[in-house]
């Protein structure tokens, strides 16, 4: 996705790790929140992703925007 990101949403802080959740053919961000106003240093999910900008990192969710840091890394695997 490469639409713009919509300036009047709130600023959310930055996320890494992270990486992608998808369902269907929409996705979200679950990562560790280093400085969200609710949760810094915590692992949590976004909302829907609307728009995503590879060359900055910045993520428009249905609330928010956020920067993405880094490359995604691997979700986690539940032992079988």
């Known amino acids: 996705m490469e639409a713009m990101a919509d300036p009047e949403k709130p600023h959310r802080g930055r996320i890494e790790p992270w990486f992608r959740l998808t369902v269907g053919s929409r996705y979200a961000i679950a990562g560790v929140f280093l400085d969200h106003p609710d949760w810094p240093g915590r692992w949590a999910l976004t909302s829907e992703v609307l728009s995503y900008d590879e060359k900055t990192g910045e993520i428009e969710t249905m609330n928010s ?6 490359p995604p890394v691997s979700p986690p695997v539940s032992p079988s």
């Open 65 to 70: 925007r956020y920067t993405l840091v880094g």
